[in-house]
């Protein structure tokens, strides 16, 4: 990193570290979850001076941070709203994390938007695009990716030749920013222990402590231990997204800021089923769809429908699965069937609860209250403006604390891969030279790890055999899967299979064929037995299947009940009675 500093782990030691150090004394700030929103939260303190920790119940990312559209983006439907200073500041955002905050895991990614009315159509669409990309120029900086372009319905069948002609009449390109979502948490939070916060996933938050009125910091259970402990803190941060309300029930009741549930599923198709050189993105009776290039997978959605069920584990329906089949075959010259779908992910947006009954209609914006003394909440927002939720929340920290606490500078701090990544990438021929690995892997590498490649290549030379790629996911090395473990906080197998590396959707087996290879990579770094590794890998198989038969139910009730049917895998150790 620039400051010279050796990036945190997030291993199973500095786990028990982590833990026992948020027992031991009073912090500034602690931060209830671990999403986009906590995460951007613990290194926005971290980096303004103050002793923060972070609790996260489950995995780092495992609710709505992981199960996005993997966009960054201003959010072009945002215009017809209105809603221009919204837009504004996301593409501000977005110019920031392409190329200063996040190169080496934010990248340009371009769009068609198929037109499908002559003349009108053309001028009404073409004025909101070049208005985006007008928006997009932030302060000091450029957009950071291309200009839009408007082209006949033959130029948009060259680069997209899986359209059908009869079903539009021309085309706009334009270009938006991507990202694998779950690792730029997890990158985030490293940065952030860098910085000295303290971090543990598979923490919950059973309670609160209070003193009178004030909430003095929370009561938490270990759940891979099942040991209970206090966390003492000035203040507290509830950024736990759709489980706002949840945690606000903790405190006494109802407070000032109430989350609905939208669920949006997501299908992951390979790359030759849809021929195009480019994304797309499709109107939609509510929406829009989008059609999103994924290294060798398309990923297609979303949906926008309200849940009210198991918010841990949202499950895609039948139903939800034919609605984006039909919609994007619509203008496929060749549809795509259920046979064609390797993966199916669904996640929750947490929308701030409004006038609607819709919740396509309710706000994407964010808000911060302090309901009561030592307590702040955040909610609502969306992944591209988490530094600004962030900020916005550590402000009101600030405003709770007696001491003075300096303005927010994540906008000028990289996250942990980023510096040096650009030299990095300009030297892969080298580096595929002496690492004995083709440049195609080195690549990958760089795009995932950054400058933090050397950390994996570091584990391929004491143990050579890491540098083979895993039976069955062979877009991984199993380098990766054992570096999931040492570095990046993962504790169990659903964790490097579903975000650590994203084989659980990439693959038509959804991770079961490598599931016994990669618990055994993991065996010795997470210190587990024979027996640890067949409950493990007897887990990820139980899900997989409870996923797989709930997207054959036709309601979300009958999906829900199906998917509820798999265990949960801690804790690894059992409570003593």
Request: hydrophobic share 40%; aromatic share 6%; charged share 25%.
């Amino acid at each position: 990193m620039a400051s010279g500093r050796t990036v945190a782990r997030l291993g199973p030691a500095e786990r028990a570290e982590a833990l026992e150090r948020m027992a031991a004394r009073e912090l500034d700030v602690v931060v209830v979850g671990g999403g986009i929103v906590g995460a951007g939260v613990a290194l926005d303190a971290a980096t303004r001076g103050l002793d923060v920790g972070v609790v996260e119940a489950r995995d780092f990312a495992s609710g709505t941070s992981s199960r996005s559209s993997k966009l960054i983006h201003g959010g072009l439907r945002y215009l017809e709203q209105l809603n221009f200073e919204l837009v504004r500041e996301a593409l501000q955002e977005r110019a920031l994390l392409l190329q200063h905050i996040a190169p080496h895991l934010v990248r340009p990614v371009p769009f068609l938007f198929p037109l499908t009315h002559y003349a009108w159509e053309r001028a009404y669409v073409g004025a909101g695009v070049a208005l985006y990309d007008t928006l997009g120029f932030a302060s000091g900086l450029t957009r950071g990716v291309p200009g839009h372009r408007h082209l006949s319905r033959s130029r948009a069948l060259r680069l997209a030749p899986a359209l059908k002609r009869s079903a539009f009449t021309g085309a706009i390109q334009y270009w938006d920013a991507q990202v694998d979502d779950a690792r730029y948490v997890m990158t985030m939070l490293r940065t952030a222990a860098t910085y000295g916060a303290h971090i543990a996933p598979r923490a919950q938050v059973v309670g609160f402590l209070r003193e009178g009125e004030r909430v003095t910091g929370v009561r938490v259970r270990d759940l891979e231990s099942g040991e209970e402990f206090e966390v003492r803190a000035q203040q507290v941060v509830n950024a736990t997204g759709v489980w706002t309300d949840d945690i606000q029930e903790l405190v006494g009741g109802r407070g000032q800021i109430h989350v609905r549930a939208s669920k949006g599923i997501h299908l992951v198709v390979p790359r030759d089923r849809i021929q195009s050189l480019t994304g797309i993105i499709l109107r939609t009776e509510k929406s829009v769809l989008f059609v999103i290039p994924w290294g060798r997978h398309w990923i297609i959605g979303t949906t926008d429908t309200e849940w009210t069920l198991d918010k841990g584990h949202p499950a895609a329906s039948r139903a939800d699965i034919d609605y984006l089949l039909d919609h994007v075959n619509a203008v496929l010259s060749v549809p795509l069937g259920r046979d064609d779908v390797e993966g199916v992910y669904a996640g929750l947006r947490p929308l701030l609860s409004g006038e609607s009954d819709e919740t396509s209609k309710l706000s994407r914006e964010h808000v911060v209250a302090h309901p009561v003394p030592g307590l702040v909440m955040i909610a609502g927002g969306k992944y591209t403006t988490y530094r600004v939720m962030a900020r916005d929340a550590v402000d009101a920290v600030a405003h709770g604390l007696d001491q003075r606490v300096p303005h927010s500078c994540t906008d000028r701090i990289p996250l942990a891969g980023a510096e040096g990544y650009r030299a990095l990438w300009n030297s892969r021929h080298r580096i595929s030279h002496t690492s004995g690995l083709h440049v195609a892997r080195i690549e990958h590498l760089l795009q995932r790890y950054g400058s933090l490649i050397d950390e994996v290549l570091e584990l391929i030379e004491q143990d050579p055999s890491l540098g083979r790629p895993l039976s069955g996911a062979d877009d991984y090395l199993r380098a990766e899967i054992v570096y999931a473990a040492t570095h990046e906080g993962a504790r169990h197998l659903n964790d490097v299979l579903t975000r650590r590396t994203r084989i659980s959707i990439e693959t038509f087996h959804r991770g079961v064929a490598v599931a016994q290879e990669s618990a055994e990579l993991l065996a010795e770094p997470l210190g587990w037995d024979g027996e640890q590794v067949k409950r493990e890998v007897g887990y990820f198989t139980k899900r997989v299947e409870a996923e797989r038969r709930s997207q054959e139910q036709d309601s979300d009730q009958e999906a829900d009940a199906i998917r509820l049917g798999a265990p949960e895998i801690v804790p690894v150790v059992a409570p003593e009675p």
